[in-house]
């Protein structure tokens, strides 16, 4: 079993950075792909990133190109989502998930485990 627990979330002006880390605990996480999703409200949950369990490979979601990288060091148990150039349109919940199958692919269903999500809001 993994738990998640992100963190680095709140309120930014356009334009301004971010970086999300999100902590998980088990003895296995270097075993998951990680990704991280985001989500606001009336909307279904979004793809933003993705990385193999070596973080080796990287899926992009379309929001993400060019602005946003992810990272992990699993050492520290950590994957991270820097973010750059921020838009209001980037503003939602940011969940980091682990990825059973280990690659950090798009689909959703992969995801076994979830973190409780940040709030990331960006001001005009």
């Known amino acids: 079993q993994v738990q998640l627990v992100e963190s680095g979330g709140g309120l930014v002006q356009a334009g301004g950075s971010l970086r999300l880390s999100c902590a998980a605990s088990?003895?296995?996480?270097?075993?998951?792909?990680m990704g991280w999703f985001r989500q606001v409200p009336g909307k279904e949950r979004e793809f933003v990133l993705g990385?193999?369990?070596?973080?080796?490979?990287?899926y992009y979601g379309e929001s993400a190109k060019g602005r946003f990288t992810i990272s992990r060091d699993n050492a520290k148990n950590t994957v991270y989502l820097q973010m750059n150039s921020l838009k209001p349109e980037d503003t939602g919940v940011y969940y980091c998930?682990?990825?059973?199958?280990?690659?950090?692919?798009?689909?959703?269903?992969?995801?076994?485990?979830w973190g409780q999500g940040t709030q990331v809001t960006v001001s005009s």
């Open positions: 990385t193999a369990w070596n973080g080796r490979s990287t």
């Open positions: 088990g003895r296995t996480f270097s075993s998951y792909g």
């Open positions: 998930a682990a990825d059973s199958q280990g690659s950090g692919h798009p689909r959703i269903g992969n995801y076994e485990y």
